[in-house]
């Protein structure tokens, strides 16, 4: 079936320097991306979404770039601190089909900071 | 401002209990929504609730897995006869009226099954 998926399993940034975490998705009827970051224990924190007629979102030291062409979602985070540790999970919805109206989420990206 | 607040944090039964999981949406929120997660993956819809309505259970199991959302009080998710593969985290989301609205999360409550 289709779903969303991630890239990398774990990415590792030294402490300052901006992350870039890709996600790619299957479903071209998906209109509403979110990202999540989820720490150890807790549930997933919302980031930033963006909707399927833009392109790009900014958020505070969060930008969201979205390539509906390629099927393809980033979350860049600038000067990455040491509280950016945990597991970031893209996740989309379907709006326009039918079936499930939650969000469909992809396994997750470690990104793990080095001093 | 209470985020949405779930409990237990931790549940422990035996196999062929009930597992009862609270649920209390964040104030305004009229949307709730149930995901299941297993140890190093994404979460997985089960069931998406308004107010005394079952929106949406596609993806609930059909047999001893439950959920509502009554006028008074939390959202309930409610599983009979437990089995180890009923262990997981469950988390509980809540949004807003409108489709673009984000969901979000409470911290979950962890059952394990023993």
């Known amino acids: 079936g289709e779903s969303v998926g991630l890239h990398l399993p774990t990415l590792s940034v030294q402490e300052g320097d901006n992350s870039i975490i890709n996600c790619a998705y299957s479903n071209s009827a998906s209109d509403y991306f979110i990202w999540y970051k989820q720490e150890s224990g807790k549930g997933p924190q919302f980031i930033i979404d ?8 900014q958020g505070q030291r969060v930008t969201v770039l979205l390539n509906k062409t390629v099927k393809h979602l980033s979350l860049q985070i600038a000067a990455t601190q040491p ?4 597991v970031y999970f893209c996740a989309e919805r379907d709006l326009e089909g039918g079936g499930a109206d939650g969000l469909t989420f992809g396994k997750g990206t470690h990104l793990i900071i080095q001093p | 401002n209470a985020g949405v607040m779930q409990n237990p944090r931790h549940l422990v039964r035996r196999r ?4 009862r999981l609270r649920c209390s949406p964040m104030k305004g929120h009229s949307h709730v929504y149930w995901y299941r997660q297993l140890p190093e993956e994404g979460l997985k819809f089960m069931v998406y609730l308004q107010k005394e309505n079952i929106i949406d259970e596609s993806g609930m199991p059909k047999e001893r897995f439950s959920a509502e959302f009554p006028k008074e ?4 998710l409610r599983i009979q006869q437990v089995v180890r593969g009923d262990s997981a985290a469950y988390f509980c989301a809540s949004s807003p009226q409108g489709w673009d609205q984000p969901q979000h999360f409470g911290d979950g409550t962890r059952l394990s099954i023993l």
Not at chain 2, 16 to 19: D, P, R, S, W, Y
Not at chain 2, 73 to 76: A, F
């Open chain 2, 73 to 76: 009080g939390p959202s309930i």
């Open chain 1, 83 to 86: 509280g950016d540790s945990a």
């Open chain 2, 16 to 19: 062929g209990q009930e597992a």
């Open chain 1, 50 to 57: 963006i909707r399927s007629n833009m392109d790009k979102r």
